[in-house]
Each structure stands twice: as structure tokens, then as C-alpha cells.
């Protein structure tokens, strides 16, 4: 038979909210990067808006491993 209670653990680790809070967290950041893009004209802006936007989208893939985990 199936061991429900492992399920059941998964399950629960999944639905954690705090995963989808760091993937809130991981989309606004990723939203400043974006926005940045179009805000200044100096020169390094390219380049830290797209740092930002990199530091977004590996916090959300991070979260959403962890919720397929």
C-alpha cells in the first residue's frame, strides 16, 4: 500500500506559504529590474536593472523548486 502520511508531509511542505511569499518577494524584484530599464538615462543603468532583474528570477525558480521538491 501507499504510505499517505509521506504524501500527506509533501503535501503540506508544498502549500507552505512561505514559499509563495518568497515568490511575491522574487516577482516585485524582478518588476523593480524591469521598470528600471525605463526610469534613467546614466550609463550602468542596462546593467544593475538587469542584475535586479537575474536576482528576481533566480529567487523565484528557487521557490518553485522547493515547492516541486
Known sequence: ME???N???ST???NDP???TTIT???VIGLIGIFLRFTGTWPMIDIVSN???VVGII???RSV???LK
Do not use: F, P
Request: charged fraction near 10%.
Open 7 to 9: 504524501n500527506n508531509n
Open 51 to 53: 542584475i535586479i532583474w
Open 59 to 61: 529567487i523565484c525558480l
Open 65 to 67: 523548486l522547493k515547492i
Open 25 to 27: 518577494v522574487g516577482i
Open 3 to 5: 504510505d499517505t502520511s
Open 18 to 20: 512561505s514559499h509563495y
Open 12 to 14: 503540506t511542505e508544498a
